[in-house]
């Protein structure tokens, strides 16, 4: 009896641990793919992907992370095209939102950086759907969790990169300060050299070359 | 006995086959999530083949019980997701499931009804209009009326205030802050002269400008609705001043602590004999025009869901010029309106809970209209010639009006987006004073009652279905007003829209004072729109079909008895993205009409009605250098005009002249250049310089023609300056208010 039980738990562990293995890889086959996307359409596809591994692992802050930098990024793609932003946006943000549910504030500094990175983004999108109107609202608020985000972790290259992207877009008038971006992507850039691959958030050097190539 | 036999065998197979029955019953339960977990409530369950089915509550949860067995197909649906088929085996077990929709990407832009109207609002995206693109139209004097005439269905008229649309005039149309009437937007008219509105069109997060169509919960205007909603609570404090060439003004905002209250006061002063002094005009003032106004609101924010705010204007405004008279050279005309204005408007909106919403509001109105008009021989002494036509030159009219208002809408909120809305509203008006030695007396009240509700009869169809009934004591008359509009959206985010109402309106004071024995007159617009959104571009066209009956014709007697049509196309494209930084719009409207109205002898093209009318508003911002630049463009074809003369012989009016005037073409620039003061202080100011011209390539504009009493000599209707010219210094505090004020043209 005692050696059945103790199969029957073997077996079991065994089951647990090749789905969480399987889990595990698609999470990371998909964010092999997103270092590869580029258009709107790429980001949509990978979306779906990561809302599904986030379904099947609830307990992961990644997935959701990833399923909202997708939707924040779809934002930027997007910026001239105003209302169809909205509903990514929206989207990004109940994500993001659980991916920040899921971290522990007092030690997970950086991973919380990462996140409201992400939710900075998502607030920057708001701002195109209508810059006139949704300017005023959703603009400081982008600000506020870029600053969050920097406090939580003054070394994140993303939120560096963010900065820099904010000062370059920003009109001189109300604080925008083009050498200063140049010189936000550089260091970005410098610290993203030697990121680790894997699943953790390391994206950043293509956003940051695209900005710094308009120097040239 | 073998009847009996196979009765008492029916009888002992019932319980068999009721059992039978209840043992071939399945439950299915479960719950209806989105993709992101949040339960959706009112989504419809359907077994396809039996079409038993059921709706989740507001958890989501569902449950059936289903006869049918075997593999069937659940069917899911809820607005704004695609629908769900889901294969299940329904066996001898009851079955429980989760069911996950997908968002319908389309559908998160619900269909919203759009004919016949243009909504300016806050919550605009991408190409469709918010309240500060409408009223920062180059050229539009802080006018929101004004600003409007760059949309189609709106005529050029440069000669008076007001919006004329779809063949209507200027009364017509109507202007409503949070449900109020406002019943005198404008300054008193002055003949010939375009006078300002009362109020900061700033003061708006919405405005719904309808061209026909319109929702039951209005009335009174039988062309168009200006249906304006007030900001509530500002997002901070501020203060701002302006100085311009012709006025001056202050104003601040002031926000609690507590972000649940707010108040705010301004003060405007103009005088126009200032810029005159410098710039001739062709008109010869004696007084004025000077103008004074000032404002003050308070907004609260009660309990968790209601709003009250309070918004209170007061006006004074003095317009006296003298002009030689058309009837004879040795004498001169001389007109002069004085008036005082007083408006209040308290309203307060509640979700009483998750189903039912409560507005209400009060206004009152003070209105003191005084004109005299006076002959005046070379030395400036009042000539009273006693014959025609000099005899009624010489006029004295005073008139105040009481004007208050309440009304209440009670909202039920149905699934689905849906609403069903019903309230009432009574206008009470008293008008008194005199004309000349006549004393003029009108007490008017004017009940209405009204129902709309709106109804999605599917994802991609709505529909909105009202009716308004309304009396009027002073005409003692019923009058029913039914109400429809359509929506229907087409999968690749286009939308056909169709609306059909009737529209009734009471005749004007002027002519009630001399008769009460009158109708509403009436009309009924049938419009046709299609509209497509997408990419920061926006796409409309509108055909529309109007009939005007019980018109009022002062020929013979005064009566409604006259009649019209107005019938059109117009169109609109605005593009926020092809350039950078250029956002501009374009609009073509053709209006053919024909009335027998007032002295017209006949059904005739109205002096108000150019068949063609085009117009363009571009804003290019330059952020490298600080600064806007504003250019708005009109073009309309000439308008028609009479001289219209009553002939003792045959006792009628007649044409006696006629012809089309050349075409309006119009050029407004404005220019705004943003400097940075105080930098060091903690909240830097926004300041910035402005500099404007109205008719910047000072074509002379002609409206229309004054006829002398025997016809022999006419004098077109003009500007009263080739330009008009325009410079001043803003400086505002706290909040960013600049581009309210730029864009206010103050001056």
């Known amino acids: ?216 | 006995m073998k009847n009996n036999v196979i009765k008492h065998i029916i009888l002992a197979l019932v319980p068999l086959l009721i059992s039978q029955l209840v043992f071939a019953q399945q439950r299915i339960s479960g719950v209806v999530k989105n993709n992101i977990g949040d339960a959706i409530p009112f989504a419809g369950i359907s077994i396809k083949s039996s079409g038993e089915g059921t709706k989740t509550d507001s958890a989501g949860k569902f449950s059936i019980l289903t006869k049918a067995t075997g593999k069937q197909i659940l069917l899911v649906t809820s607005v704004g997701y695609k629908s769900l088929r889901k294969e299940i085996t329904i066996a001898d077990s009851a079955i429980s499931l989760d069911l996950v929709m997908e968002p319908n990407a389309q559908s998160l832009n619900e269909v919203i009804i759009s004919a016949g109207s243009f909504e300016a609002s806050d919550k605009a995206k991408g190409a469709s209009l918010t309240a500060m693109d409408a009223f920062t139209v180059a050229g539009n004097n802080a006018d929101i009326a004004l600003a409007l005439r760059s949309l189609p269905g709106a005529q050029q008229i440069g000669e008076r205030e007001g919006l004329f649309v779809r063949g209507g005039t200027g009364d017509e149309t109507r202007q409503f802050i949070d449900g109020m009437l406002v019943k005198n937007p404008n300054y008193p008219a002055v003949p010939g002269l375009q006078q300002y509105a009362r109020i900061n069109p700033s003061l708006f997060s919405g405005i719904l400008f309808s061209s026909g169509g319109y929702s039951a919960l209005y009335g009174q205007a039988m062309s168009s609705a200006l249906i304006m909603e007030s900001v509530d609570l500002p997002d901070k404090s501020s203060g701002s001043f302006h100085v311009f060439s012709a006025g001056m003004g202050v104003g601040m905002q002031k926000l609690a602590r507590n972000k649940k209250s707010s108040y705010g006061v301004s003060l405007s002063y103009n005088n126009q004999a200032w810029y005159n002094a410098v710039i001739s005009q062709r008109v010869n003032y004696f007084s004025g025009p000077v103008y004074l106004g000032g404002d003050a609101n308070f907004r609260i924010k009660t309990g968790k869901t209601g709003m009250l705010k309070f918004y209170t204007n007061w006006s004074t405004s003095d317009v006296g010029m003298r002009n030689p008279d058309i009837d004879s050279a040795a004498l001169r005309s001389g007109y002069q309106v004085k008036g005082t204005n007083v408006y209040n408007n308290l309203s307060y909106r509640d979700y009483l809970n998750n189903d039912w919403k409560l507005d209400a509001g009060v206004a009152y109105s003070y209105n003191r209209v005084n004109i005299i008009q006076n002959l005046t021989d070379a030395s400036g002494q009042i000539v009273n010639v006693p014959k025609e036509p000099f005899n009624s030159k010489n006029y004295h009219r005073l008139i105040n009006t009481d004007f208050a208002q309440g009304r209440i809408v009670f909202t039920r909120m149905l699934p689905h987006n849906q609403a069903l809305r019903f309230g009432g509203e009574h206008f009470y008006s008293k008008d008194h004073g005199m004309s000349n030695d006549t004393t003029i007396a009108l007490t008017d009240n004017l009940t209405a009652a009204f129902a709309e509700g709106d109804i999605y009869l599917a994802n991609n169809l709505a529909a909105k279905v009202g009716v308004r009934a309304e009396h009027s004591s002073l005409l003692s008359k019923w009058e029913i007003a039914p109400r429809a509009s359509l929506a229907y959206r087409l999968p690749d985010g286009g939308q056909f829209n169709l609306a059909y109402g009737v529209f009734y309106q009471e005749p004007q004071n002027e002519y009630l004072y001399q008769t009460t024995d009158l109708n509403f007159s009436r009309a009924a617009h049938y419009v046709l729109n299609y509209t497509k959104k997408a990419h920061n571009r926006f796409f409309r066209v509108e055909a529309y079909y109007k009939k005007y009956h019980d018109l009022l014709k002062t020929d013979p007697a005064i009566s409604t008895t006259g009649k019209g049509y107005a019938r059109g196309i117009e169109l609109f494209f605005r593009d926020k993205k092809s350039i950078k930084n250029l956002d501009y719009w374009i609009s073509y409207t053709y209006l053919d009409t024909k009335r027998d109205y007032l002295n017209y002898p006949d059904e005739i093209k109205p002096t108000f009605a150019a068949p063609h009318t085009a117009t363009a508003a571009i804003k290019k911002s330059f952020p490298e250098i600080n600064t806007y630049l504003n250019i708005s463009y009109a073009f309309a074809t000439g308008r028609p005009y009479y001289n219209i003369r009553y002939n003792n012989p045959d006792k009628a009016y007649h044409i006696y002249d006629q012809g089309t005037t050349k075409g309006y073409n119009v050029i407004n620039l404005q220019l705004a250049y943003l400097i940075s003061l105080f930098k060091s202080w903690k909240q830097k100011p926004f300041s910035g310089v402005s500099i404007g011209v109205n008719n910047l390539l000072g074509t002379n504009q002609v409206f229309g023609y004054n006829y002398n009493a025997d016809g022999s000599i006419k004098l077109p209707i003009t500007l009263p300056a080739a330009r008009y010219v325009y410079a001043g210094f803003f400086m505002s505090f706290g909040i960013d208010r600049t581009s309210d004020i730029l864009d206010n043209n103050l001056n």
């Open chain 1, 1 to 216: 009896m005692k050696k059945l039980i103790i199969s029957g738990l073997a077996i079991m562990l065994l089951f647990l641990s090749a789905s969480a293995q399987q889990n595990s890889g698609a999470l990371q086959s998909a964010v092999t793919k997103l270092d590869q996307a580029k258009t709107a359409k790429d980001y949509e596809t990978l979306e779906k992907e990561f809302v599904k591994i986030a379904a099947a692992q609830p307990k992961d802050w990644l997935p959701n992370y990833y399923a909202a930098y997708c939707n924040a990024k779809i934002g930027f793609l997007l910026q001239d095209d105003g209302e169809s932003i909205e509903p990514y946006s929206n989207r990004g943000e109940a994500q993001a939102k659980a991916a920040e549910s899921l971290l522990d504030k007092n030690n997970q500094k950086k991973e919380l950086s990462e996140v409201y990175t992400v939710i900075s983004m998502l607030n920057q999108g708001r701002v195109f759907i209508n810059p006139m109107t949704y300017g005023p609202k959703y603009g400081p608020i982008a600000q506020q969790f870029l600053n969050a985000a920097k406090q939580l972790n003054p070394d994140n290259p993303r939120a560096i990169y963010l900065a820099a992207w904010f000062k370059y877009n920003t009109p001189k008038m109300w604080g925008g300060d083009k050498a200063l971006a140049k010189q936000l992507a550089a260091q970005s850039l410098k610290l993203l050299d030697n990121a680790e691959k894997g699943v953790t958030p390391h994206w950043g050097k293509t956003e940051d070359q695209e900005l710094l190539n308009k120097y040239k």
